[in-house]
């Protein structure tokens, strides 16, 4: 594998699961980043993760739960979400002190 | 409020023709403009890149141009192929603050062959 891997790339559930999503890098990098795309919205920073500890969490509900346990990986868990959390979930790495954000390929999430 | 504005929402090109997206912003201390293309399924991919130093970048047939008075950039892309189809995202950073980015809303590009 190489780059920014995630899985699943689609998630279907209901208002009252719980669901995890998962990013694994590999490009060595000590900075991580969850994003949300919607529609006709600019892409969304939720979380940065740098040097495996929270730096930012953009007013994001608690029902999404991030979880860095190392450099290579990001989890975000996910309980009791709404319709209106259906969208593109992205994970992306960079090398702190650096501009360039590597992205993923994103998690189709759907929330019926 | 939005930080950096981008236009237009959509273009649509002829094969071999210029494509020119528009990206204004409103932070002076922003010191990092990129643009990033996005195919269906997949995730955004940085393009091209510009630092306020200079007015002008290209790398082959992509080219950014920068106003820094006018607080705009733009993207242009020569000679524009099918492949180029995508959705294109201007973004800006500035130091500290995580090296943050504010992204545009898109353009989605089609280029017709």
């Not at chain 1, 209901?14 to 669901?19: D, S």
């Not at chain 2, 200079?54 to 008075?69: A, L």
């Not at chain 2, 504010?102 to 017709?112: E, K, P, R």
Request: a positive charge; proline letters at 6%; charged letters at 15%.
């Amino acid at each position: 594998e190489t780059g920014v891997t995630q899985t699943p790339r689609h998630l279907v559930m209901g208002m009252t699961n719980k669901k995890s999503l998962k990013c694994e890098q590999h490009l060595g990098h000590n900075a991580m980043y969850w994003y949300k795309q919607s529609a006709k919205k600019p892409l969304e920073l939720m979380f940065v993760y740098s040097l495996e500890e929270r730096v930012e969490n953009n007013s994001v509900p608690s029902r999404f739960s991030p979880e860095c346990p190392n450099s290579s990986h990001l989890f975000l868990h996910l309980h009791t979400l709404q319709p209106e959390d259906s969208a593109l979930y992205l994970c992306a790495s960079s090398q702190l002190a650096t501009d360039t954000q590597y992205f993923g390929p994103g998690t189709r999430l759907t929330v019926l | 409020q939005q930080q950096v504005k981008q236009s237009p929402q959509s273009l649509i090109v002829q094969k071999g023709g210029i494509s020119i997206i528009n990206c204004a912003y409103e932070n002076t201390a922003f010191d990092y403009f990129p643009w990033y293309q996005q195919f269906p399924g997949k995730g955004p991919a940085l393009l091209i890149a510009i630092r306020p130093d200079v007015s002008e970048k290209k790398e082959g047939r992509f080219t950014i141009s920068f106003n820094k008075s006018a607080k705009q950039f733009s993207l242009h892309i020569m000679d524009s192929q099918p492949g180029d189809s995508a959705t294109y995202f201007c973004a800006a950073s500035r130091a500290g603050n995580n090296r943050k980015l504010i992204w545009g809303l898109g353009t989605s590009l089609a280029v017709n062959p």
